[in-house]
């Protein structure tokens, strides 16, 4: 029997990703939690920027925008604004978001658009080699920094914290039916939901940093990641280097863009309505 979800995907396979990269995990996981969200294909807009991860709206049957690296978000919020019922999604890679499309992304935080921005962050730039990015763990090895890396990550959840995003949730790809749940709830959250989901790329980064094959950066995915609820419980010390995963915080009721936007232009049509009426000039 076909599986239900490969309505979801065009008819271009083979696919540019190497054996053992997480993205096909989670792009099962995204068809899996549109079948779960039940939106109709056509109300669907999936965006993304350059990179390995980014490749995945050539993949998957939705209206789709391939874009140019670090702008999906800008993209994506120019089509929100323009069709607010579309369901907004944003899938980028670490470098993408964090990096060159650092900026579009705090500030789609603090707009609190309601855009669902997906994360994978294998740590790592992938198409282009395995260069080190924002999200790159300091000590790990990468082309650019064959002795260690000496920079400080950011991490996702603070940042967007800071930056003033009303959902954020982490998850990874070895726990892919949590995943798929994940996706669910970020995209059920109204305003600007931020999923950074922890990935594999085994090419450009595994085989740098002693884990060579898939299997290695899936165990160690495994091995490294705690609940929010389980990290209650635990010391500074005992979370030192522990991937956190789950809904770390979700604020309602905060105005979203799109609405404000439309709001405004209702507004500033009738006043202007107003003064032809009255004879201004
Ligand atoms: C403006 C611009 N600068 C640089 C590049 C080259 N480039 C393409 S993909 C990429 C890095 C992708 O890394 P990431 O966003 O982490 O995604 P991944 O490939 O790991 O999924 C870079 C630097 C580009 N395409 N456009
Ligand atoms: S280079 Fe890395 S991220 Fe890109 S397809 Fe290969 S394993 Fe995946």
Redesign the pocket.
């Known amino acids: 029997m076909r599986p239900v979800y490969e309505k979801y995907f065009r008819d271009n396979i083979p696919h540019i990703w190497c054996a053992g990269c997480g993205?096909g995990i989670v792009m099962s996981a995204f068809a899996r939690a549109i079948e779960k969200l039940g939106y109709d294909q056509d109300d669907v807009m999936v965006v993304s920027?350059?990179?390995?991860?980014?490749r995945m709206t050539t993949y998957i049957d939705f209206n789709t925008l391939h874009t140019?690296?670090?702008r999906a978000l800008a993209f994506a919020t120019g089509a929100k604004l323009s069709e607010p019922r579309l369901k907004m999604f944003v899938i980028?890679?670490?470098?993408?978001?964090a990096?060159?499309g650092g900026n579009h992304f705090i500030h789609s935080c603090r707009r609190n658009i309601d855009i669902t921005a997906i994360i994978?962050n294998?740590a790592?730039?992938?198409?282009?080699g395995g260069?080190y990015?924002p999200l790159t763990p300091t000590g790990k090895k990468a082309t650019t920094a064959p002795y260690g890396n000496i920079d400080r990550a950011f991490d996702i959840v603070e940042l967007s914290r800071g930056a003033g995003a009303t959902y954020v949730a982490r998850g990874d790809i070895y726990h892919a039916a949590q995943l798929t749940n994940q996706i669910v709830d970020a995209a059920n959250h109204k305003g600007f939901s931020v999923l950074e989901v922890v990935s594999t790329?085994p090419i450009?980064y595994g085989r740098y940093n002693k884990m060579p094959k898939p299997t290695d950066m899936m165990q160690y995915i495994k091995d490294n990641t705690v609940s929010v609820q389980k990290a209650a419980t635990m010391t500074a010390d005992e979370l030192k280097d522990k991937i956190i995963i789950g809904e770390h915080f979700k604020i309602e009721n905060v105005p979203e863009y799109t609405e404000e936007h439309n709001k405004l232009v209702a507004e500033v049509k009738k006043d202007y309505l107003e003064k032809l009426k009255g004879g201004a000039k």
């Open positions: 993205n920027g350059i990179g390995c991860s980014s140019a690296h670090g980028m890679g670490d470098g993408d978001a990096a060159i994978i294998n790592i730039y992938g198409m282009t260069q990015s790329c450009s």
